[in-house]
């Protein structure tokens, strides 16, 4: 089936280093969304993207679609404490049925020591 | 504006015990309902969607129901519960997507399911 692929899994760091999440469809897709999760809590929408090649910006996070459009990214500056949780991203593959159906990467868990 | 309620919040049901869990949207008119479930604190695995009144599709057989009896209202069932269905369920609800794109999915505080 079509699934979208996160690495890393898990990701440690020190605050104030920079952290990257990378996601990966076999198939094209129509947009993608970003989710944060923190610890004990329920997943949150941080952003989507939609066009080839888009950038967005939140403050210290930057976000990433490939020009393919089958890839993307998340990447923090400068971590702090408050970052600490779990990131997903999501997709919708281009062409599908289920109208409005995202699936969801595995996540990446990001720790940061203080 | 709009909001998701979603109850109980934690739940400790014996196996083979039924299972109902609600979920109701506020502010807005026909949602799209999801409803997920995460294991060991990871991955969101969808069970299942529905995009209008008695509109359910499953996306994993297995010994659980959903079914939506009126429009912002949302349930997820079992007649015999398993060890296996232990986890963190979450229901989500968004806007029908238009040709523009698709809209974040706005989730539940869920449920936290133990089965023993």
């Known amino acids: 089936g079509q699934q979208v692929m996160q690495i890393p899994q898990y990701q440690h760091v020190q605050e104030g280093e920079d952290f990257t999440t990378y996601c990966n469809s076999s198939t094209t897709l129509s947009n993608i969304q970003w989710y944060k999760q923190r610890p004990g809590g329920h997943p949150v929408f941080l952003i989507q993207?939609?066009?080839?090649?888009e950038v967005k910006k939140q403050k210290r996070l930057t976000f990433q679609f490939g020009e393919a459009k089958k890839n993307s990214s998340l990447h923090i500056t400068a971590t702090q404490t408050t970052d600490v949780g779990t990131y997903f991203c999501?997709?919708?593959?281009?062409?599908?049925?289920?109208?409005?159906?995202?699936?969801f990467g595995q996540g990446t868990i990001l720790t940061v020591h203080p | 504006s709009q909001t998701i309620h979603q109850w109980p919040a934690t739940l400790v049901q014996p196996v083979g015990s039924p299972l109902s869990l609600e979920c109701t949207v506020e502010g807005t008119s026909n949602p799209n309902l999801y409803w997920y479930r995460q294991a060991a604190g990871r991955g969101l695995q969808l069970l299942f969607y529905?995009?209008?009144?008695?509109?359910i599709s499953s996306e994993v057989p297995q010994n659980l129901s959903a079914s939506r009896p009126q429009d912002r209202q949302f349930i997820l069932s079992s007649k015999k519960l398993l060890l296996s269905d232990s986890g963190f369920y979450l229901c989500?609800?968004?806007?029908?997507?238009?040709?523009?794109?698709?809209?974040?999915?706005?989730f539940g505080s869920g449920t936290r399911l133990t089965v023993v």
């Open positions: 999501a997709g919708r593959h281009a062409g599908g049925t289920s109208y409005g159906k995202l699936t």
């Open positions: 993207l939609v066009k080839s090649g």
């Open positions: 989500a609800w968004s806007d029908y997507p238009t040709v523009v794109g698709l809209y974040g999915y706005t």
């Open positions: 529905s995009v209008g009144i008695g509109q």
